[in-house]
């Protein structure tokens, strides 16, 4: 028997691409147990039998190259590079893209529910006579419009956090996940990171298209249109952030218990209308300490009230307004919630890593 | 200078009152190696604690020169793994998921596409390449797994029962793609209870029994002996002392011995004692000592 050392190796004495083997034919190499020394001066590509096993077979027909196996002698990229894989397969995976066509379905019938309507609203602008900002309805107002954006994205929400989380542990796959070079944090991370991400464009692709659908009503013109909504910008970027937060921590703390994805999607928006209740059962005005407990706790109606925090309106005596609160305390609990979440998934997720 | 390609030191993994790993210690180098063990031996646990997975209740453990426990991620990048069950998206096809297994461990875009390719080429699986994995048998599972494996070109890779559930084809095959990888600089280190595959694949040997190490060896080490196959019709406690006296290893079953010798001639041997004790003989059979039969001999030993 014998044993080698395990300093850094070469190429193992193989290491030969397709590449490599045509560009070996090409130069009149017919036996591939030689030595291909150099090929285009760019890769060693030292191969023999004895390495690659069974290196070719010749025919009558011709040659059949086994290609052996080529060592990677590139660069490594690090955890980020790792990171950035996993958001970017994560966003691909929730919304169907290189998987089977039934993937597809939901998500994107969610998208073009919230598209199709903002869509049809700045198109109207310029096809229908008389078309004004109050014929808008919700539409022309960003604030109110997060209340009909808002219900579609917890429905976005419940379909993509068990999406992205679900399926790799019921399939084993977070085995291969941890034989890699990244810990939970980073895979908890870049989960996150697909859903906000995805979640985020969610609410804002049809901001946008309201944004300038709205700004080519003025009368001033396109130009002044696009100032004046303009100011309200941050507080559509403040009030989506809510939003993606506050509605999504719960929809990936659910992911990371469930093991079913329907299931998941049905628990949450479970937990969700049950969130919303509260507002139902408190009382208007109330000074009770349960209730001014249980206030923040209201999952639905959080980011309610941080959008009339940002927007400055008068608030629409949510949960909060009726126990006396400010509409503030929403976004700290929104951001309480999803550093809770966070903590939880990192203490079930590392058992794995 | 030669590095060990693992090294533990009294390691010891328990999970709250149960004792998996009970102070392994021993230098394993760089080759194939074959870790044999019943089930509940402690081998998918001492491949978690490799990858760094779970963290040793006591001792160290390093892979490749570097401490598990200090440089995980710097032994991941260099440790390719296995798992024997799942591990595979049902709704990904072959090669997107090469490709995002490479990537996974840092290699660049382009380049994990190519050694994606490269890799199911090498297991087999380039026509199949754009099906979806959840189409796949479990031959071509296995082969797939096997070639994520790999993918990023690592030093080590770790096998869990990579032959689990295949029929003599798949495993004749995935035989030959496991005996390759040493040929590709790769070493390996295959979990099996079936022994028979880790004789035809591997060149060193861990047994372990009970959370123990029971055998940390060369295989040949293992197999070398001599042994003869008798079958005595008379005098055998006689016989079977003697050979024991002489320095034989005597496995006995009823009337039948098989005698084990390290040094010498064993029919010269067995005549010697047959003679002396006045035995008679109704059958004389030579035999190859097999992993299988060291296995028991060690089992029992333990």
Redesign the interface.
Known sequence: MSTDSVEPRNAGGVAVSAAMVAAADSQGATDTTATVADVNGARRASMSAGATGPASANSADGTVYDLGYAPHEGPRLGRSAAIRTMIIDGSRRALGLRRKPWTKVIPWALIAAAVVPAAWVVALTFVAAGFTLEDAGPFGDPAEFFAIIGNLTMMFLALVAPTLLIPDRENGVLAIYASRPVRAIDYLLARGAALALLASLFILIPHTILYFGISALYVDGFGAGLLENGKEIPAILGTTAAYVLGYGAPAFLVAVFVRRVAIASGVYLLLMFMSGALLEITPRATEQLVFKLLAPFSLLWNPWSVRDWLFDREPEQLVLDRVGLEPWVGAIAIVAIAIVTGIIAHRKYRETF | ?????IELDGLMKAYGGHVALKGLTGSI???SIGLVGANGAGKSTLMKVL?G?LKPTAGSVRV??LSVTDD???V??R???M?E?????????AA?FMI??A??????PR?AR??A??VL??VGLHEERFR?LGDFSTGMMQRALLA??IV??P??V?LDEPLSGLDPEGRDQML?LI??LK?????TLVSSHVLTDIESTC??IVMIEGGRMIRNS???ALTSGQTVGVEVLDQVDAVESLLVARGAAVHRRGHHLDVTVSDGDPYDLINRVLAETGGGLSLLKAGVKTLEDAYFEEGRIA
């Open positions: 200078m030669t590095t060990p390609l180098p760089a080759t990858l997975i490749l020169g995980t991620i710097a991941r990048e440790v390719g793994y798992p069950r799942g591990g595979l998206p049902p709704d990904q096809t997107d995002y297994a990537q996974l461990a840092g290699i660049p380049a190519q050694r390719s490269d080429t090498l979806y994520q494996a990023h070109d030093d080590l770790l030959r005996g390759r040929g590709f600089g790769i070493y060149d060193w060369p295989l040949d």
